[in-house]
T-cell receptor, first 112, second 112 residues
Framework: ELKVEQNPLFLSMQEGKNYTIYCNYSTTSDRLYWYRQDPGKSLESLFVLLSNGAVKQEGRLMASLDTKARLSTLHITAAVHDLSATYFCAVDPQGGSEKLVFGKGTKLTVNP | SQTIHQWPATLVQPVGSPLSLECTVEGTSNPNLYWYRQAAGRGLQLLFYSVGIGQISSEVPQNLSASRPQDRQFILSSKKLLLSDSGFYLC???????????FGDGTRLSIL
């Protein structure tokens, strides 16, 4: 059974700093997704990573996937308050499945 | 373009009352459809998913049921709500296994 672990679960950082959120998963997969959820809102798709070594960047966020290590990272560069949200990673089990397995989410707070 | 509609946005119901939440998708055919529940400050719990009309897979035994009477319509129901049914309910759709799930705006359900 595929398990997805994110860490940290809570992250408080200052504006202008850099940090990385980690997403580890337990079984082989080469398809991983990152989502953002603002308080009281739904989930918004951020990145789609579909192969080993995939790297996607949008603004101050960069996501990467290492399928051999079963690890994805979401790197935050020079954080700003607007990035405060909860970030989820989700993994497609190898071999095809109709279901994504989500991590528990990382709640990011960026302080001025 | 594809859009997903979910309603109502907010619902307050007494214990023991019935429930019907509706979700429709536009701009695509034969999507996979999903119902999730999110407790306050928590991760996502997959409740049901459907790969076609009349095809429902249940993930967690509970007080809820789901139906898919039309290709792009997904309904979440209960005959008698419990206090533990409170939460944020999210509907999502997905085209293929190489695509992310796209979420509706959610329904915030409070049981009194």
């Amino acid at each position: 059974e595929l398990k997805v672990e994110q860490n940290p679960l809570f992250l408080s950082m200052q504006e202008g700093k850099n940090y990385t959120i980690y997403c580890n998963y337990s079984t082989t997969s080469d398809r991983l997704y990152w989502y953002r959820q603002d308080p009281g809102k739904s989930l918004e798709s951020l990145f789609v990573l579909l192969s080993n070594g995939a790297v996607k960047q949008e603004g101050r966020l960069m996501a990467s996937l290492d399928t051999k290590a079963r690890l994805s990272t979401l790197h935050i560069t020079a954080a700003v308050h607007d990035l405060s949200a909860t970030y989820f990673c989700a993994v497609d089990p190898q071999g095809g499945s109709e279901k994504l397995v989500f991590g528990k989410g990382t709640k990011l707070t960026v302080n001025p | 373009s594809q859009t997903i509609h979910q309603w109502p946005a907010t619902l307050v119901q007494p214990v023991g009352s019935p429930l019907s939440l509706e979700c429709t998708v536009e701009g695509t055919s034969n999507p996979n459809l999903y119902w999730y529940r999110q407790a306050a400050g928590r991760g996502l719990q997959l409740l049901f998913y459907s790969v076609g009309i009349g095809q429902i897979s249940s993930e967690v035994p509970q007080n809820l049921s789901a139906s898919r009477p039309q290709d792009r319509q997904f309904i979440l129901s209960s005959k008698k709500l419990l206090l533990s049914d409170s939460g944020f309910y999210l509907c999502a759709w997905r085209a293929t296994s190489n695509q992310p799930q796209h979420f509706g705006d959610g329904t915030r359900l409070s049981i009194l």
